[in-house]
């Protein structure tokens, strides 16, 4: 309708729009099989610029998330199960790390990242969605964290701790490039490999993800099971989407016969603004992008968090 201009004026960004929630309708598997809405929504993309089509996606977020949450208030809501991922992500740490609660046991363990100063953290829906408990831990200290609000479809999930921390900034930059440099820090196989902070680096291989989702970057940066929540960071240690998945090999060497070779996917930063700004209180709280590059990493660790899900 929008795209041919019957019954309203033409509008591409607005067909795209539609086209994208159609698609995401037609999503029965965790992945998308509306092969029409696709269809018509890549159309829609090539027809829009850098800035408009970021501005569609964003639109396209707000929408899908006022459609999966019509009654939400800011009250915790009953967790789902994540559509967006299911069979195609290594789970996360079942074995719990060596951080151990007098009356509970950790179930799964994942990273997050505080995004205010008042200790509001970003982290992935699918560490914290069969938690009866959950706690954040900085350093030497332990925190009790409340789920304030989440987003099943799109992996996300806000939590809230009580004090006064480091946070990191949004890019002000609504696109990225293919062979940007990023990077993240988090916290894999804390059993294995140790309760400290790991680093690792890589490039944007692509801004789709798996089957093109535009809600996704594909990215070079080595992950594992734990590094989900974590953020996906520019050169100046800006925030440029949520660590959410790598294509599990299982399942890939079943479908095609190979072995994925570090395929890693990350939420784009656009679809957790949209989750912030269903919250008013919380837009005006977030920090200034950073201009620069000294201590980056130093800065990104001090904001990165262990996150612990509790029986």
């Not at 067909?15 to 890549?42: H, M, P, Q, T």
């Not at 701790?161 to 949004?170: D, E, K, L, T, Y």
């Amino acid at each position: 309708m929008y795209a041919q201009g019957e019954g309203v004026t033409q509008n591409y960004k607005f067909a795209y729009v539609w086209a994208s929630l159609a698609a995401a309708k037609g999503n029965k598997n965790g992945f998308y099989n509306n092969e029409n809405a696709i269809k018509n929504r890549d159309i829609g993309a090539k027809k829009l610029s850098p800035q408009q089509l970021s501005e569609a996606q964003d639109l396209a977020a707000k929408i899908q998330y006022q459609i999966d949450h019509p009654t939400e208030t800011q009250e915790k809501q009953p967790m789902e199960k994540p559509k967006l991922y299911k069979g195609w992500i290594a789970p996360e740490p079942k074995i719990a790390p060596p951080i151990r609660d007098t009356e509970r046991k950790v179930i799964v363990s994942g990273t997050g990242f505080i995004i205010t100063r008042d200790g509001y953290i970003l982290t992935c829906h699918h560490i914290i969605k069969d938690a009866n408990a959950i706690k954040i831990v900085i350093g030497e200290n332990t925190y009790p964290a409340k789920l304030v609000r989440d987003d099943p479809n799109n992996d996300l999930a806000l939590l809230k701790i009580n004090g006064s921390f480091s946070a990191i900034a949004f890019s002000s930059n609504r696109s990225t490039k293919m062979g940007q440099k990023v990077f993240t820090i988090g916290y894999p196989n804390p059993s294995l490999q140790g309760v400290s902070a790991k680093y690792t680096e890589g490039t944007i291989n692509s801004l789709t993800g798996f089957q093109d989702d535009l809600r996704l970057y594909q990215v070079s940066v080595p992950v594992q099971p734990g590094n989900s929540g974590g953020a996906l960071l520019d050169e100046y240690g800006n925030i440029l989407g949520v660590i959410v998945a790598m294509l599990d090999a299982k399942t890939t060497f079943k479908i095609s016969g190979t072995l994925p070779q570090n395929v890693n996917y990350a939420v784009k930063s656009t679809y957790a603004r949209a989750l912030l700004d269903t919250l008013p209180g919380i837009s005006g709280k977030l920090i200034a992008p950073s201009r620069s590059k000294s201590n980056v990493v130093d800065r990104a660790q001090n904001s990165t968090v262990m996150v612990l899900s509790y029986d």
